[in-house]
């Protein structure tokens, strides 16, 4: 038997009731057949003359259901993007507490991230109120934050998750804060939680390189995004897994500017399926939370003469520019005053830079002891304290120059795997300074890494990463955040790198090798 719809006395028609109930059936606030908020059946619901979406979700829901008239005050210098994957449940909510602000924001935009939910339908629903509707065909979050930026014109920007929402003075005191230093780039606030976990959330500035206390509703000031590159803050490859925001922060501070901090209210909504739920369930490691594959690195190779580096250098560049999406950069210190060699190694520089496979490079003449010293005897005590001595001060000029968080070290007689900087990348946290891939010494048959009592190790002491008192230089990646405050200096025997390795220590810094990843020596 066909049960046919017959419209209660002012109720809604056929078509309309329809609507209502396909919208329900999507909503995750139904349970069964119920609606839990307003604790009805949403059959009864939706043919209900007065009946009305607690969410503000059915698409003929009239306007002044949720969404507030706008506001007296004014200031027209913030532009709003709210960003929506699939969140067409919280949208309503979200721009309302956008138009809700006491300092009105100079443009809203919704940004569409390929959401297969109502969340056009939603964001038509605002259109008379000014806020306008743009969709990508891509869940990149990072690219729908880009077309925020490109797609507005205020002098600040705030992009707002769609499932988050804002206290009413929240731009108003960001504009407050950001006013107090010109050289202030974000306003940043604590967190109050809500829905599946209630309560403050206290968040502590530090070392953006370790932790990420900035959220992605922080207000930014425009003009410091005009000065970032695409690649580098808006990639077109992504993990959805990584917290581009934070990404992008390190980028905005890493050109000098400063991040504030607000009094106002950011209201973080705490839900099973958040992306911060699925980082957790997945135990999502920290270099992909932290986006490492983007990151900015610096390859310093020593180079004392030696031909093979010639040879090995080109395939090297060519695989870890197509592992690593990030910008590579390579600086080269020259030791030798052979001008073939120099000239050959500053040609092979420049057509990486045309290939692609670096963003720059420079090279410097750098006379730190005879010629050839690296290939003499070291059995020699005087021989052994020249080489020291030339390999400290080269090391201190390539860490003092450095710009980069992530500095590889690459000496020119070591062979490193195909997929090295990967590898290493992959071994870092908030507490790790350096991670180094194992080789063994040309004079001895130990590895070149030692435990914390100072024993080299003459066999792997795990089969992958593990924990050392320290290693040598030859094939490393170390973090400028630690290693930035101390100098390089020597022991009593003229040994740099076991003094280095204890100031790390000394600074909380963990040092790591990769044992399964080994390198070639010589």
Request: proline share 7%.
């Amino acid at each position: 038997m066909t049960t046919t719809y017959s419209p209660l006395p002012g109720g809604p028609d056929h078509a309309t009731y329809s609507a209502r109930l396909a919208t329900c059936a999507t909503c995750r606030h139904r349970t069964a057949t119920q609606c839990r908020p307003a604790q009805q059946l949403t059959s009864i619901l939706a043919r209900l003359p007065n009946g009305r979406c607690p969410a503000g979700l059915w698409p003929d829901q009239p306007l002044n259901d949720f969404s507030p008239p706008a506001p007296a005050a004014a200031d027209g210098r913030v532009s709003v993007a709210v960003i929506c994957h699939n969140q067409a449940e919280y949208l309503a909510e979200a721009l309302r507490s956008v138009r809700n602000q006491t300092a009105a924001p100079a443009s809203i935009v919704v940004i569409d991230a390929a959401s297969t939910d109502h969340t056009r339908e939603i964001a038509a629903a605002f259109a008379p109120y000014g806020i306008q509707y743009l969709r990508t065909d891509s869940h990149n979050l990072a690219r729908a934050r880009m077309l925020a930026y490109q797609h507005t014109r205020g002098e600040f920007l705030l992009t707002l998750d769609a499932d988050d929402l804002l206290g009413p003075t929240y731009l108003a005191d960001g504009l407050a804060a950001l006013a107090t230093d010109p050289a202030a780039g974000i306003a940043w606030t604590d967190l109050t939680q809500f829905g599946d976990k209630s309560g403050p959330l206290r968040l502590t500035a530090g070392d953006p390189n370790r932790s990420n206390w900035i959220h992605s509703g922080a207000i930014v000031r425009r003009a410091a995004l005009d000065q970032l590159e695409e690649r580098d803050a808006w990639p077109t490859d992504w993990n959805p897994l990584a917290h581009h925001d934070w990404r992008l922060w390190r980028c905005v501070l890493r050109n000098g500017w400063t991040a504030v901090k607000s009094p106002a209210a950011y209201h973080y909504r705490r839900h099973s399926a958040s992306l911060t739920a699925r980082q957790t369930a997945e135990k999502t490691p920290w270099p992909i939370l932290a986006d490492l594959a983007h990151e900015p690195i610096q390859l310093f190779i020593p180079a004392s003469g030696r031909w093979t580096l010639l040879d090995r250098l080109p395939r090297l560049l060519e695989t870890t520019a197509t592992a690593h999406s990030g910008r590579l950069s390579l600086a080269l210190a020259v030791t030798t005053a052979d001008p073939i060699f120099l000239r050959d190694l500053e040609r092979l520089a420049a057509d990486a830079v045309t290939a692609g496979n670096l963003a720059g490079y420079t090279l410097y003449r750098h006379d730190v002891g005879p010629e050839h010293l690296a290939d003499q005897n070291r059995h020699s005590p005087d021989t052994y304290r020249a080489v020291q001595i030339a390999m400290s001060r080269l090391y201190a000029r390539a860490l003092r120059d450095t710009t980069a968080e992530y500095l590889w070290i690459l000496e020119d007689d070591i062979g490193p795997p195909a997929d090295a900087l990967a590898t290493m990348l992959a071994g870092f946290d908030a507490a790790v300074a350096s991670v180094a891939l194992p080789y063994r010494s040309r004079f001895h048959p130990s590895f070149v890494a030692w435990d914390h009592t100072g024993q080299p190790y003459r066999q792997p002491p795990a089969a992958g990463l593990a924990p050392v008192g320290g290693n040598g230089f030859g094939c490393c990646v170390l973090r400028r955040s630690f290693f930035r405050h101390f100098p390089i200096r020597s022991d009593r025997s003229g040994n740099y790198d076991p003094e280095f390795y204890a100031d790390l220590r000394r600074r909380g810094g963990v040092a790591l090798v990769d044992w399964s990843a080994p390198c070639t020596h010589g």
